[in-house]
């Protein structure tokens, strides 16, 4: 329900229109323009109705200053034949129509519902570009999920709004979702919208919701049955419309069960699940994910053409991605823009894939019988203490001191292995 701020200092209008849109919108009524200023500030309404020709401040003043505190408040005149002049003159300073008295319903019904039509456009064109300018590229996991759920919902017009847990400090994590007023704490120079409030009528996505202090899950818990919230040091109650979704890599029935998460808010939120497999678990989409993130690094960075050989792409797929689709295409980046063969080869891409490889080819070797334990062992000794030999520019003293070993172990080691010995 969109909210309307309605302004004349004539009662009968206020009431008149009050009660032609009190069943479509949420409908505000004052007399001043000081008392509209104040509510503007506070309700960031969606359309206004105001009176150019009122006591203090007239409508022209409260215009200029509506333009100030956002330019996207939609402001339709309210004026009196004699003052048609005036009310275009409003146009001019950003005001969207206006109305004459005395009123024809069904013209200022068509006005409002096109200007708020209008106003949806704006939105949804200024989301359409945020995701434009950040690449909206498929890859990001729990977070395209939940763009995919907006962007086929019927909230996709409006505004989707994401938040990393995890990444914000205890003591300013309420600000953040819940907004706060100016002199609020210390460093609060003015008033700050909350993401909650920031996603009215669309989405908003707390990625890692686990990490969440009891405190601010009771704040959470208690929005979500009241819908509406309080900005931290202010007193105006808010109504906010919004889609949660939330995710975690945690296990949060455990959480719940040793205490680290509320069951109240588990089970409020716990409504639709989706289990998003990590990215060793469905390795069929390994290759397709990496000549998306090549073609589209090579595309931005202005790389030279490169493709993936197969051996290459063989030990992508065989790697176990703890860090999922982020790991892949970081690595994918780093061996775009690092690596100088037209055809990315084994040995361009980072030690640990390949050393995972070749642990995995040693294990099966065991397994099938093709290789004693005693041999493997030496295997995995061999590698380890080359990896750390190569680490330390073969300087022997630096690599026992990594290892935990002495040079004197390290040395025997060496010489039962075939490794090359290099002196310091």
Known sequence: MKRLLIVDDELGTRESLKMIFDKEHDIITVATGEEALGII????????????????????????????????????????????KTAVHAM?????????????????????????????????VKI????????????????????????????????????????????LIESELFGHEKGAFTNAYGRKLGRFEMADFGTLFLDEISELSLATQ????????????????????????????AATNRNLENSVANGAFRDDLYYR???????????????????????????????????????????????????SWPGNIRELENTIERITLLSKNSKVLPEDLPSNIRGNA???????????????????????????????????????????????ISRRILKYKMDKLGIEATTD
């Open 218 to 245: 009771a704040k959470i818990l208690r929005f979500l049955q009241e819908r509406e919230l309080v900005r931290v040091g202010g007193t105006e109650t808010i109504n906010v419309d919004v889609r949660l979704i």
């Open 269 to 319: 939120i716990k409504v639709v699940p989706i289990h998003l497999p990590p990215l060793r678990e469905r390795k069929e989409d390994i290759p397709l994910l990496v000549n998306h993130f090549l073609n589209r690094i090579m595309k931005e960075k202005e790389a030279t053409a490169k493709s993936i050989s197969s051996e290459a792409l063989d030990l992508l797929i065989e790697y």
């Open 41 to 84: 500030e506070r309700l960031r309404p969606n359309l206004v109705l105001l009176d150019i020709i009122m006591p203090g401040m007239d409508g022209l003043a409260v215009l200029e200053r509506i333009n100030e505190i956002d330019k996207d408040i939609i402001v339709i005149m309210i004026t009196a034949t004699k003052t048609v």
């Open 358 to 404: 070749r642990l995995n080819s040693i294990k099966e070797a065991v397994l099938e019988g093709k290789l004693s334990f005693e041999k493997a062992e030496a295997e995995f000794q061999r590698d380890i203490i080359l990896n750390t030999l190569k680490k330390t520019n073969y300087v022997q003293s630096k690599a026992a001191e990594l290892l935990g």
């Open 128 to 171: 359409l570009r945020s995701e434009i300018d950040k690449g909206y590229s498929f890859g990001k996991g729990k977070e395209l999920v939940a763009k995919a759920i907006h962007f086929n919902s019927n909230r996709k017009g409006k505004p989707f709004i994401a938040i990393n847990c995890a990444g914000i400090p205890e003591t």
């Open 92 to 124: 001019k300073l950003g005001a969207y129509d206006y109305i004459t008295k005395p009123f024809d319903l069904d013209e200022i019904r068509l006005i409002i519902k096109k200007a708020l039509s209008t106003q949806d456009l704006r939105n949804e």
